[in-house]
């Protein structure tokens, strides 16, 4: 591959995030001028974006006649916002989160601003309040929907296929391209990951006067809903987003945005991986230094050599600064305290083991014992002397410190370059290992998803065992036992046959080769059933998905499939497929990332 200079890559590559917050309301349409999303410095994305704007959530329903809401056992009809949002609760009710405190009481304070006078002076405890035909009316209707006939299935289908032409697609520099999702989000009750200090407050409706619309100054701006106005109407063609607003509870931005499938975003996707392929040119060097500043007489640069020690092996993010009660206590490489590290001399027939357990992004758990190179683990204990547990581990340290010297070292070199990197590589070497050419296409495909699990588990993406798991591993163990008892009964009449040939004195017949063809296809459903169970239990507590799409160069999966004979619809679904379009053409089966 042809490598461009050092400046060029700079200016073709390189993603500089920046997020300014909102400003106060009060400030009017200036407020977010300064920019609302991740810019590419002065690099210009389109010349010419037309669209039709978000599609809104329709206005609440009232609930039918029958449907009623009680408070200390007695009917209430209740005004129509604090009936909106008292059905939100009620849908929610069979969700363990409606159980917690936190939800319950951050949901009534909302609830109660949405109240009249009246409603809050009757309506004063949440225990007293009875949602329950409520939910019960959401779960039949619910419950209707998934029996409805196949011509209302297909009616439905039809008019959300019309409203997917109509909203679904923009013109981007002459093309005709697919968004992502073209709907803002309704209104609802915020969730949040373990446990949020937000969670149960309301998410307000979005409001046309609440969305910003980008569009290019020469197209036709979308026309809002009847009665309303944008916030604002922009045209700044260095971002990718069309509809932008900020949702209520974070002040996070939401944004519509091009389908991943999209020629746009997969120049983006291209450019992430040729950045994360450029840092192995120069990895080498840079664990050199790391390795040599661990020997620094400056506490600092030490703490920075470990910190990126950890980034670079265990493929840990940097960790954000937060406001104390904004979010769930997660965190970072740069934000790790003392009492989540506990260091072993000796542990597990390893010396020098770091023992990891923190909650991180999504409030997903690390929990991870690794043994690290002695001058690492001499190091923490440094920085653990005379600190109390809730004390910072890299005190001397900070995010934005450490992103500077990332970019120090290679321009564009992020936590997120090293991730994607080392999971690429990862899956490459696991894919090397475990692949065999004389394998059967089944042992192939589960060879990709145990390398794709390794990877899974190197980025800590993980999940809760679905409910539902030991049910469809009953099923599945049945089917097992019913289809080796359909070998035994194959093998036994196979068996029979040849005995009848031998009386005969003949070697073959076509009953013979027709119970022979049945034996053969039997085995092979039963090693794909067998197969399809040892996929499901390792992979239980594994999220496969997040590494596949976002840190996972698709040149190499696809590369592994020309070499190895496998179907690419084996590893990539359609709409996956329609996402790395861009990837096929590029890789060869002899590519290597």
């Given at each position: 591959?042809?490598?461009?200079?050092?400046?060029?890559?700079?200016?073709?590559f390189?993603?500089?995030?920046?997020?300014?917050?909102?400003?106060?309301?009060?400030?009017?349409?200036?407020?977010?001028?300064?920019?609302?999303e991740?810019?590419?410095?002065?690099?210009?994305?389109w010349?010419?974006?037309?669209?039709?704007?978000?599609?809104?959530?329709?206005?609440?329903?009232p609930?039918?006649?029958?449907?009623?809401?009680?408070?200390?056992?007695?009917?209430?009809?209740?005004?129509?916002?604090?009936?909106?949002?008292?059905?939100?609760?009620?849908?929610?009710?069979?969700l363990?989160?409606?159980?917690?405190?936190v939800?319950?009481?951050?949901?009534?304070?909302?609830?109660r601003?949405?109240?009249?006078?009246?409603?809050r002076?009757?309506?004063?405890?949440l225990?007293?309040?009875?949602?329950?035909?409520?939910?019960r009316?959401?779960?039949?209707?619910?419950?209707?929907?998934r029996t409805?006939?196949?011509?209302?299935?297909?009616?439905?289908?039809?008019?959300?296929?019309?409203?997917?032409?109509?909203?679904?697609?923009c013109?981007?520099?002459g093309?005709?391209?697919?968004?992502?999702n073209?709907?803002?989000?309704?209104?609802g009750?915020?969730?949040?990951?373990?446990?949020?200090?937000?969670?149960?407050?309301?998410?307000?409706?979005?409001?046309?006067?609440?969305?910003?619309?980008?569009?290019?100054?020469?197209?036709?701006?979308?026309?809002?809903?009847?009665?309303?106005?944008?916030k604002?109407?922009?045209s700044?063609?260095?971002?990718t987003?069309?509809?932008?607003?900020?949702?209520?509870?974070?002040?996070?931005?939401?944004?519509?945005?091009?389908?991943?499938?999209?020629?746009?975003?997969?120049e983006?996707?291209?450019?992430?991986?040729?950045?994360?392929?450029?840092?192995?040119?120069?990895?080498d060097e840079?664990?050199?230094?790391?390795?040599?500043?661990?020997?620094?007489?400056?506490?600092?640069?030490?703490?920075?050599?470990?910190?990126?020690?950890?980034?670079?092996?265990?493929?840990?993010?940097?960790?954000?600064?937060?406001?104390?009660?904004?979010?769930a206590d997660?965190?970072?490489?740069c934000?790790?305290?003392?009492?989540?590290?506990?260091?072993?001399?000796?542990?597990?027939?390893?010396?020098?083991?770091?023992?990891?357990?923190f909650?991180?992004?999504?409030?997903?758990?690390?929990?991870?014992?690794v043994?690290?190179?002695?001058?690492?683990?001499?190091?923490?204990?440094?920085f653990?002397e005379?600190?109390?547990?809730?004390?910072?581990?890299?005190?001397?340290?900070?995010?934005?410190?450490?992103?500077?010297?990332?970019?120090?070292?290679?321009?564009?070199?992020?936590?997120?370059?090293?991730?994607?990197?080392?999971a690429?590589?990862?899956?490459q070497?696991?894919?090397?290992?475990?692949?065999?050419?004389?394998?059967?296409?089944?042992?192939?495909?589960?060879?990709?998803?145990?390398?794709?699990?390794?990877?899974?588990?190197?980025?800590?993406?993980r999940?809760?065992?679905?409910?539902?798991?030991?049910?469809?591993?009953?099923?599945?163990?049945?089917k097992?036992?019913?289809?080796?008892?359909?070998?035994?009964?194959?093998?036994?009449?196979?068996?029979?046959?040849?005995?009848?040939?031998?009386?005969?004195?003949?070697?073959?017949?076509?009953?013979?080769?027709?119970?022979?063809?049945?034996?053969?296809?039997?085995?092979?459903?039963?090693?794909?059933?067998?197969t399809?169970?040892?996929?499901?239990e390792?992979?239980?507590?594994v999220?496969?998905?997040?590494?596949?799409?976002?840190?996972?160069?698709?040149?190499?999966?696809?590369?592994?499939?020309?070499?190895f004979?496998?179907?690419?619809?084996?590893?990539y679904?359609?709409?996956?497929?329609?996402?790395?379009?861009?990837?096929?053409?590029?890789?060869?089966?002899?590519?290597?990332?």
């Amino acid at each position: 591959m042809l490598l461009l200079p050092l400046r060029v890559l700079r200016r073709r590559f390189q993603h500089v995030s920046r997020r300014v917050p909102c400003r106060q309301a009060s400030q009017g349409a200036e407020a977010n001028r300064a920019g609302w999303e991740e810019k590419s410095r002065n690099r210009v994305k389109w010349r010419q974006l037309e669209h039709k704007g978000p599609y809104f959530t329709p206005a609440y329903e009232p609930l039918p006649d029958g449907v009623r809401f009680f408070y200390d056992g007695k009917p209430v009809k209740l005004s129509l916002p604090a009936e909106e949002v008292a059905t939100l609760y009620g849908k929610m009710l069979h969700l363990e989160c409606t159980t917690k405190e936190v939800f319950q009481r951050n949901f009534f304070s909302d609830w109660r601003k949405e109240m009249t006078a009246e409603e809050r002076k009757l309506i004063t405890h949440l225990d007293k309040c009875d949602f329950v035909e409520i939910h019960r009316h959401f779960m039949e209707r619910t419950e209707a929907r998934r029996t409805l006939p196949r011509e209302q299935k297909q009616k439905l289908k039809e008019e959300a296929e019309e409203l997917q032409q109509e909203f679904g697609y923009c013109i981007l520099d002459g093309h005709r391209e697919k968004i992502g999702n073209f709907k803002t989000e309704p209104p609802g009750l915020f969730c949040g990951r373990g446990d949020h200090p937000k969670m149960g407050m309301l998410k307000r409706r979005v409001m046309p006067e609440d969305v910003v619309i980008n569009c290019s100054r020469d197209s036709k701006i979308p026309e809002p809903p009847a009665g309303h106005q944008w916030k604002e109407v922009r045209s700044d063609n260095t971002v990718t987003w069309l509809a932008a607003w900020t949702e209520n509870i974070q002040n996070s931005f939401k944004y519509i945005i091009l389908n991943p499938s999209s020629k746009l975003k997969g120049e983006m996707d291209w450019q992430k991986y040729e950045v994360a392929r450029r840092l192995k040119g120069v990895v080498d060097e840079i664990r050199a230094q790391y390795q040599a500043d661990w020997k620094s007489p400056e506490r600092k640069k030490r703490q920075l050599a470990v910190a990126l020690y950890f980034i670079d092996k265990l493929a840990l993010r940097t960790g954000n600064e937060k406001e104390e009660g904004e979010t769930a206590d997660t965190v970072g490489c740069c934000s790790l305290r003392v009492e989540h590290v506990r260091l072993h001399e000796k542990a597990d027939g390893r010396e020098h083991v770091v023992e990891l357990d923190f909650l991180g992004k999504d409030s997903i758990r690390y929990n991870n014992r690794v043994p690290v190179e002695k001058l690492v683990f001499q190091n923490l204990q440094h920085f653990m002397e005379d600190k109390d547990p809730k004390d910072d581990l890299f005190d001397a340290l900070t995010t934005a410190g450490l992103n500077k010297h990332l970019q120090d070292l290679m321009e564009g070199l992020t936590a997120k370059v090293f991730r994607t990197y080392n999971a690429s590589i990862t899956l490459q070497e696991q894919l090397r290992v475990l692949t065999r050419a004389e394998d059967s296409l089944t042992s192939k495909v589960l060879a990709y998803k145990r390398a794709n699990r390794a990877v899974a588990i190197l980025c800590n993406h993980r999940r809760a065992i679905p409910k539902t798991f030991e049910k469809s591993m009953r099923t599945l163990q049945q089917k097992i036992e019913t289809k080796k008892a359909q070998v035994a009964e194959a093998q036994v009449e196979l068996e029979k046959a040849k005995a009848d040939l031998r009386i005969r004195g003949e070697s073959k017949s076509k009953s013979w080769l027709q119970k022979q063809r049945r034996l053969l296809r039997l085995e092979e459903q039963l090693v794909r059933l067998c197969t399809q169970a040892t996929d499901k239990e390792e992979n239980k507590q594994v999220a496969l998905g997040t590494a596949k799409l976002n840190y996972l160069d698709p040149r190499i999966s696809i590369a592994w499939c020309k070499r190895f004979g496998v179907p690419i619809e084996k590893i990539y679904s359609k709409t996956q497929r329609e996402r790395f379009a861009w990837s096929f053409n590029q890789a060869g089966e002899d590519f290597e990332f």
